[in-house]
């Protein structure tokens, strides 16, 4: 942690220290994003997916040949604990739902939304809206495609609440998700996530 301080500040790594995120989902995106987060610092991170890792999901998200099969959120938090031993991991082996979100997402200072189900996206924006006003939540729309990267963006919906990716491209009309570009997006949602912790925030 000394030297994530002397690449940040103290005043700032302290701010990512004693921070909580949660992520949700745990597939092209929500892996990036923990793995950016935990890279930069960030004191602990709640992991939650109910999903196991598949052959088809080597190509874009954070895993391995030999976890296949292993739950989403025990081969994400074996692997952050290779690259950022600091970082305090909960994992939470479930679907999100709108009777439990509230439950599972109430400690968090911010979270991410990085569910790949538009129905699923929609329940926990509007879950987390309504029933966690003061949690800062990053969501996600549009990263699909061979699209140029200069249309993924970030912008802030409410005062709590920013959006990132392109905003149309959609999986059912495109080649699908190209690692790169989930990337990107699963980028600007943990960059977004760092700068509301060191105070900046979007216009």
Known sequence: MDALAVR??????RRFSEATVAVCGLGGLGSNIAIAL????VGKLVLIDFDKVDITNLHRQQYKASQIGQYKTEALAE???EIAPYTDIKTVTAKLTEDNLADLLKDADIICEALDNAEA??????GVLERLPECFLVAASGMAGMDTPNTIKTRKIGKQFYLCGDE????????GLVASRVMLCAAHQAQTVLRILAGEYEV
């Open 79 to 81: 692997n952050l604990s």
């Open 8 to 13: 940040h500040g103290a005043e700032l790594q």
């Open 38 to 41: 935990a890279r930069a610092g």
């Open 168 to 175: 149309v491209s959609d999986v059912e009309n495109t080649i």
């Open 121 to 126: 996206k929609a329940m926990l924006v509007n």
